[in-house]
């Protein structure tokens, strides 16, 4: 029985739906059952939030099926294999499936990290994404391991492949992918450099996968092992060699650590929505923090109900318009009242660099239909995902100049920066180019509760 059937059953004795007689007649199947060359344990999820994996090496055919089919009877709703062949596969998949006691699950099997998953993948309901990077094209098996475990355990998992040290830009051209990550798993063979590369610039757990690619002198892997065992890379931990399904695991473990820290309660709980704006704190940017913390068919639910929430494509020239087209959106009205605090405080803005009254702002950039879009996804996925509070790094507001309307202005732009000294805190450290607009600063200062480093 898995944790989310146990706590159905328990609510339905508690609300005298279920008597104790049935609710005993369900759990006795626990905690495992004897199948003599192995016990199938059917309380691992309750335990420690995943349900039992079986390791395919070294066993018959038989067995994982076996193993495979009481744990399915016992309720489980998919079974990762790990290290399985194609032989042994076909033969698993027969048995599972002939005859009258087959099992009510579907089984697929990927060849490249000889993974077996008995049962449909889940929808991702982590905290946000799991990056698997792999040095090079022979690191694929042992990357693709970690990968597929991390996705069989309910992650979005986002693949950077051929990135290793070698030709390093290959690496930088993912800096998004990878300051968005709630984990990253670092693959590499040779002399294992990518961890140590990666978690200088990462600002999430890095967990190190060396791999027995390489010649002689790797010794199997172990080179490659040591080296990022002693990396100079701080937040980088290491698996033991070729395991890529030990650092997908590890990946889950912390994509999903808020949901196990509060006992069960997953997604009843709310949760702290993080900002990590030290690289780029624009609109699109924020959006993507944001959609990150929900799971993949909310993000797809969330973008399409801000398409269809009838925003004109036209320019808005003051906050009068703005604020009547706020009002005919299809939206809830805490999104209204949203959208309405952001741009009151963008035409505060635009009136004190301007020195003239709210009424009078004429609103530029920010008063076209795209901008106002944006604004309304942001604000639709702060309340689907329902935040006890908001919690940003400081900002990146970038240098240099910009060109907009008023001609080339230096960067923060003067209504970005009259947002700014309302109480926002910025890097010391500037990156070139404009990283947060007059639109985002208004959405970082009515949205977020504190700041952090």
Partial sequence: METRELRALLERVAKGEASIDEAECALRTAPFTDLGYAKADHHRGMRQGVSEVVYGEGKTAGQIAGICRALACAGQKRVLVTRLDAKKAAEVERLLFDGDDAVPLSFEYRDLPRIGILGE???????GSVV??????????????????????GNEVVRLYDVGVAGIHRLLAHMDEIAAARAVVAVAGMEGALAS????LASCPVIAVPTSVGYGASFGGVAALLAMLNSCASGVSVVNIDNGFGAGYQAHLVNHARASLSCGKGSEANPTLRWNLEENATRRHLLHETLLHLPKARRAQVLSDAKGAGVPDSHHHDLREVLATIDGLSASGRVKDDMRAVYRILAEAEASAHGCSVDETHFHEVGNGEALENVLAICLAVEALGPVEVVATRVQVG??????????????APATAAIIARGISV??????????TPTSAAVILHFVDRFED
């Fill in 132 to 153: 698997v990077a792999a040095a090079g094209t022979s690191d694929l098996p042992v990357a693709e391991e970690a990968a597929v475990t991390a996705e069989v355990l």
């Fill in 427 to 436: 890097c010391e450290r500037r990156l070139p180019g404009e990283r947060c």
């Fill in 399 to 412: 240098s240099g100049t910009v060109v907009c309307a008023h001609g080339e202005l230096p960067i923060p």
């Fill in 121 to 127: 993948l889940p929808e991702p309901d982590g905290e």
């Fill in 197 to 200: 590369v990666v978690g200088g």
